[in-house]
């Protein structure tokens, strides 16, 4: 980790986006700018809350312990998201891990301040407020799916929610670069389970895989493994 002196973009950020521009001097004056390096961590599961992190550019995973030497990712965070912010409640701990997936810079925040940020910008508060129920919604749904849908359907949906978010590249493959592993990680397989079923989902048509995947035919990958 590295502190620069840059500072944060405005326009992509959803603290200073959602902000009062009053409170934007503040926000200056009181946020550290970071560069982390491919796979360094921005913050431990268990660790003590201090502050929260916005990403400015790059790829961040969110992820928690999964039995003996796994890990399952619940979210990737890209430009403009928050982290960290599973930390705020009682006892002011990260119930999550957050890596990054790719050289990433960050805007970082200590909590005293931003909980100052939240009582004196209602409008934030209230976005923010919103933004942790979908969340929370999403979660349900993502655990629900890890309990009761086969892996090829959490393949086709986690693949299908990777390119809503990410949109597509120039070549119409899904616009994130992951390992498989962590793929696999996010899905809640193994990496040779995975492999193994791209590989047939690719050879009935639906997949196309290089570094990145397409998607192909998402009416019939929804329909077949998700529906």
């Known amino acids: 980790m590295k502190q620069l002196n840059a500072g944060?973009?405005?326009?992509i950020c959803q603290m200073c986006r959602n902000c009062s521009t009053h409170w934007l001097p503040a926000i200056q004056s009181n946020?550290?700018?970071?560069?982390?390096?491919?796979?360094?961590?921005?913050f431990r599961e268990g660790e003590e809350m201090k502050g929260i992190f916005f990403v400015h550019s790059g790829l961040v995973k969110v992820h928690k312990r999964w039995g003996e030497e796994k890990e399952l990712i619940v979210r990737f965070a890209r430009d403009g998201d928050i982290v960290g912010h599973r930390g705020i409640g009682k006892d002011q701990v990260f119930p999550v891990s957050a890596t990054a997936i790719e050289t990433t810079t960050v805007c970082y925040v200590e909590l005293d301040f931003f909980l100052s940020t939240l009582r004196v910008n209602p409008e934030y508060l209230f976005r923010l407020m919103m933004f942790y129920a979908a969340e929370l919604k999403e979660s349900e749904k993502f655990m629900g799916n890890l309990a009761h849908m086969p892996v090829k359907g959490r393949i086709a949906h986690a693949l299908v929610s990777l390119e809503e978010k990410f949109g597509q590249d120039s070549e119409g493959r899904i616009n994130i670069t992951l390992s498989r592993q962590d793929l696999a990680s996010y899905i809640g397989t193994t990496y040779e389970t995975l492999f193994r079923m791209l590989t047939e989902m690719a050879a009935e048509g639906l997949l196309r895989i290089n570094k990145?995947?397409?998607i192909v035919d998402k009416d019939t990958l929804l329909r077949k493994f998700v529906s």
């Open 8 to 11: 944060c973009n405005t326009d």
């Open 31 to 42: 946020r550290k700018n970071f560069i982390f390096k491919k796979n360094a961590l921005l």
């Open 212 to 214: 990145r995947i397409s």
